[in-house]
């Protein structure tokens, strides 16, 4: 079983920041880990790793990227074990549509100032008629879009919320792809 999923924030998007997967692949593998693979264009790199601390293994990915490839993504590092737990905590269940579905996943957990900016942002978007929710726990935040993503007012409020207040590297991935990595981890 794969142990890590590295989230590349920004990779292969509107023609900024390419990098190709087997290059992506060739980094991760040249760092020691094991049983590495790459899902999509996006970033998403699942591997077996003998180190722990999510933290430290997103600050080596970070460098040996952009020293290797001149491309400097932000990498946010899950454990299995915490996407599966991401996975189990929906609270949106009865979204059918996965596109509907986002996880906005952040390198450290989200502080009390950054749940209260989620709940205000979900206010502030519903006050003006949108249907969309968010649920901010743990390190994720849970984004329902019911009229897509495209058209997310609270999606729009919620990246205006500063770093510093987010606590820094955040990346998004929509239900599918959160679903789809867990079952890549699980087949390792």
Do not use: C, K
């Not at 998403?44 to 999510?54: E, F, Y």
């Not at 996943?105 to 929710?133: C, I, K, M, N, Y």
């Amino acid at each position: 079983m794969r142990t890590h999923l590295a989230l590349l924030r920004g990779i292969n998007v509107g023609g900024r920041n390419r990098l190709a997967m087997a290059d992506l692949r060739e980094v991760v593998t040249s760092l020691g880990h094991r049983d590495v693979a790459t899902y999509i264009q996006s970033g998403n790199v699942v591997l077996t790793s003998t180190g722990t601390d999510a933290a430290a293994l997103a600050d080596d990915l970070e460098r040996a990227i952009a020293e290797r490839t001149d491309v400097h993504p932000g990498v946010v590092v899950v454990p299995r074990d915490a996407l599966a737990a991401v996975v189990a905590g929906n609270p949106y269940p009865g979204e059918g549509d996965p596109s509907r579905l986002h996880v906005v996943f952040h390198r450290a957990p989200l502080t009390p100032e950054a749940v209260e900016a989620v709940a205000d942002a979900v206010r502030r978007a519903q006050a003006r008629g949108s249907r969309d929710e968010a649920t901010a726990t743990g390190s994720v935040v849970y984004l329902h879009t019911p009229d897509g993503l495209g058209r997310s007012e609270l999606a729009t409020l919620l990246a205006r919320v500063p770093a510093d207040v987010t606590g820094g590297v955040t990346t998004t991935r929509n239900w599918a792809t959160v679903t789809r990595l867990l079952g890549l981890l699980d087949e390792g």
